[in-house]
C-alpha cells in the first residue's frame, strides 16, 4: 500500500519515532508547527476519522492514552496542549492515515485558523 504513514510504523522510511508498540507508532512531525508536535498513529491503515467503525473504539482509546504519556514525559502535561485530528478537505488533511496531533510547548491560539 503506498501510504507514507504505514511505511513509516512499517520501518521502511525514516521517522524520529518517540514510540511503538504492536497497535501504534508515534514520531515527531516533519514541519513542527510548535516545540512539541508529535503524530500518533494505528498501525492499521484506517484512512480518515469518517472510516472509524465500532470495533475501532479501543485503537482510538489507546491513541489518547499515548498522547496523555507523550504529553507528560514532554512536560506538557500541566502547561497545556492540543490534540487534534483532521478530517477532510476543510480541515487539511493531507496524509490519509489517522493520526493524532499532539501539539505544545508555546501558547496556542484560538480558534485554530
Ligand atoms: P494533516 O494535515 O493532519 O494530514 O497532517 C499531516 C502531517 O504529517 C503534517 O503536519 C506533516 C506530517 N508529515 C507528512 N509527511 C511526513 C513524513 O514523511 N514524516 C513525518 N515525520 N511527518 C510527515
Redesign the pocket.
Known amino acids: 500500500m503506498d501510504c507514507?504513514f504505514c511505511k513509516?510504523a512499517a520501518g521502511q522510511?525514516p521517522?524520529?519515532k518517540v514510540f511503538e508498540d504492536g497497535e501504534i507508532v508515534a514520531?515527531?512531525?516533519?514541519?513542527p508547527?510548535a516545540p512539541t508536535?508529535v503524530?500518533i498513529i494505528p498501525r492499521e491503515h484506517i484512512e480518515t476519522i469518517n472510516d472509524l467503525e465500532p470495533g475501532h473504539a479501543a485503537i482510538v482509546g489507546r491513541l489518547h492514552l499515548a498522547a496523555r504519556e507523550l504529553a507528560r514525559q514532554e512536560g506538557l502535561a500541566e502547561r497545556g496542549y492540543r490534540l487534534?485530528?483532521?478530517c477532510g478537505p476543510e480541515?487539511?488533511?493531507?496524509?490519509f492515515h489517522i493520526?493524532l496531533?499532539l501539539i505544545g510547548g508555546r501558547k496556542l491560539s484560538w480558534p485554530p485558523g
Open positions: 507514507i513509516i522510511i521517522a524520529k514520531f515527531r512531525d516533519i514541519n508547527v508536535h503524530l487534534v485530528f483532521n480541515a487539511g488533511q493531507a496524509v493520526h496531533h
